[in-house]
């Protein structure tokens, strides 16, 4: 009786088929062809999930070192098809080179071809590279169907959701993400994994190091989705996931990168908070954070224009009006300001005096950004009419400059409702219970900064302060 080891392997849906039943098929086949041709085979070797590309299977391997162990009692190798070995030139002719040294016959049955006929060198390399360019074929249109649906839907497409996030329930096409609430999910991992995320967030802008994000997570949360423990680099990850801010980001083909504005996602996050983070996050990318609390730089605007103030090493800049002041005297101040309003009672007329008058600027400022995002909309007609030959760059100026007002304009949106749900209050518990946006996460506070007379006003939201409560 001549002896065989077969091997079959299935890595992506053929014909409709599941991996069983795929793996099933090669199977009856490769026991047909023994059973006919007087072969009994020894041990049937299958690797599933693992692509043609790679060579490095396990049982693929397992068969090549058993082989070595049988030392040319192994009259066959049965494979059911050439791409089943692989899909990879080199990979196929190394394989092929090594099994052939300690097996008298390979057999792929589908093509009916055999490693003792004629030609078979030629045909084999000929059926492997159609394998390998069947391969390269298949991944462009599977990235070009995921391309479309990215950009025409806006919608994340993969099976796992970020962390904190459930996919829309009954609308599999769009997959809106929701921020896995009890409302949204039924899914116990998925509503822990928002709680892991908002405690994130709060960490960081309490000034936990990332370290010690991680260190606070295995704790009290356990192992990553990944069944690994949380680190730095972790942490950071989901700190910088655009996901959080209303955007799908990410790679096709290894090199193509995408990043969709406005995408189909209810953020869980305030845009405004999330910038603030990407701020301290590029700010402290080098050694380890202090451990101090609220040691970390605030939102900062010019109280006389509006504009946010730019940090350069010791100095805070309004590039608008061109003063700048020292970073830490108004650090200093701000330190002053939290404990006076953790330790006091608000001072109500104070606290709705700085608002209104903040509150009254910016929605001057919002209704000028909008006459100017109007005049340049007109203007954008007017440059349709020009020369071809100076119609391009006039145009590429409006929308650079359109862009740059529509941000401001957001940022501006942003803060208006920001200080809309500070309302007139006497108490920070009153200001709990006034009717807030549906970020979950929001900005902590917004510092405006009189650079002339080195003096603050700090506007807290009320969620900071019952974020403090058991912090040491």
Request: charged residues 25%; proline residues 2%; positive net charge.
């Amino acid at each position: 009786m001549k002896l065989a080891f077969a091997y079959s392997r299935k890595s992506i849906r053929i014909n409709s088929m599941s991996e069983d039943e795929s793996v099933s098929y090669q199977k009856v086949t490769l026991d047909d062809y023994a059973a006919r041709n007087g072969i009994q085979i020894v041990e049937h070797y299958t690797d599933v999930g693992y692509s043609g590309k790679n060579t490095e299977r396990p049982d693929l391997q397992d068969m090549i070192q058993a082989l070595k162990q049988f030392d040319g009692r192994i009259d066959y190798i049965l494979f059911y098809s050439v791409d089943r070995l692989g899909r990879d030139i080199q990979g196929n002719i190394n394989s092929f080179m090594e099994m052939d040294q300690y097996v008298k016959n390979i057999v792929f049955i589908s093509e009916n071809i055999a490693s003792d006929s004629t030609n078979f060198k030629t045909i084999f390399l000929l059926l492997t590279s159609i394998a390998q360019q069947s391969r390269e074929n298949l991944l462009m249109t599977t990235a070009n169907g995921r391309k479309i649906k990215i950009k025409e839907r806006k919608s994340f497409i993969s099976s796992k959701p970020p962390l904190g996030f459930t996919k829309e329930k009954g609308n599999k096409k769009s997959a809106r993400l929701l921020p896995a609430t009890a409302f949204n999910s039924d899914d116990e991992k998925e509503r822990q994994g928002l709680i892991a995320l908002q405690h994130i967030f709060h960490c960081f802008l309490l000034g936990f190091s990332l370290r010690g994000i991680a260190d606070s997570l295995n704790k009290h949360f356990g192992l990553t989705r990944n069944n690994k423990e949380w680190d730095h680099s972790s942490v950071r990850y989901i700190l910088k996931n655009a996901t959080y801010s209303g955007k799908l980001q990410g790679t096709l083909n290894k090199n193509e990168h995408y990043l969709i504005e406005n995408a189909n996602i209810e953020v869980p996050i305030d845009p405004l908070l999330f910038d603030f983070v990407q701020e301290q996050l590029t700010k402290n990318t080098r050694g380890r954070k202090s451990s101090t609390l609220h040691r970390q730089a605030e939102y900062t605007m010019c109280k006389s224009c509006q504009e946010v103030l730019v940090q350069d090493k010791e100095y805070l800049i309004c590039n608008n009006c061109s003063n700048k002041t020292l970073l830490q005297p108004i650090m200093h101040l701000l330190k002053q300001e939290l404990s006076k309003i953790v330790d006091q009672p608000v001072d109500s007329v104070k606290w709705n005096e700085i608002r209104n008058d903040s509150l009254n600027k910016f929605m001057i400022k919002r209704k000028n950004l909008l006459r100017e995002v109007l005049n340049l909309k007109k203007i954008k007609e007017q440059i349709e009419d020009f020369e071809p030959s100076v119609r391009g760059r006039m145009l590429e100026a409006n929308s650079l400059e359109m862009n740059k007002i529509h941000r401001n304009y957001l940022f501006t949106d942003e803060v208006i409702n920001f200080m809309s749900e500070l309302s007139d209050t006497t108490s920070i518990q009153g200001a709990q219970a006034t009717k807030v946006s549906n970020y979950l996460l929001k900005l902590p506070y917004l510092v405006f900064v009189d650079i002339i007379h080195g003096e603050i006003d700090v506007l807290f939201h009320p969620n900071y302060f019952e974020n403090l409560k058991g912090v040491s």
